[in-house]
């Protein structure tokens, strides 16, 4: 917000996960407004692809929307948490498979209209049997979908979920590249 006086701020919830504040601003060309602004700590989301080439997606139940997504393996950073230490996680608990190989693939903001939620995206290779462990609030199952369709999947539409799009599409390229 280099551009951006901030004139004051006034918190309306902190919650378990997200902060929401009220954030008065000077914006570039003079105006003044009032924004919603949604603070997140940020996330991690990963796209594991086994020795045979299958992405380990999980589909899993999300309020929000009303029912079950195709996703990526995801979670929040712990306070603290370094983003690469969150998908090695997140990678585990939901899917029971530990990464020896993780690619960075770039981050993304994920709706900059109302919320600095930023994730960092990785693609786990080399896997190995570890032991699943689900949170309370994760109703989820594993799938194994070869990784050029579930790239398809995403460029068709069938995979809505944005950061799971952004991930899978990038994880051909990056593959290559740590594959050389």
Known sequence: MSDVE?????????????????????????????LEIIHHPGAAAVVPVDDDGNALLVRQYRHATGGWLLEVPAG??????APEECAIREVEEETGF???????????????????????????????TGRQDLQPDEALTVERIPLAEAVAMA????????????????????RERAER
């Open 76 to 81: 929040k950073l712990d306070r603290g948490e």
């Open 155 to 174: 460029s068709r539409g069938e995979i809505q979920d944005a950061k799971s799009v952004c991930a899978l599409l990038r994880a051909p390229v990056f």
């Open 98 to 128: 530990r990464s020896r190989t993780l690619v960075p693939m770039g981050w993304v903001w994920t709706t900059p209209g109302f919320t600095d939620e930023k994730i960092w995206l990785f693609l786990a290779l080399h896997l190995e």
């Open 6 to 34: 901030r004139l004051g701020t006034t918190p309306v919830y902190q919650g378990r996960i997200v902060d929401l504040r009220l954030e008065r601003v000077r914006l570039p060309g003079g105006g003044v407004c009032e």
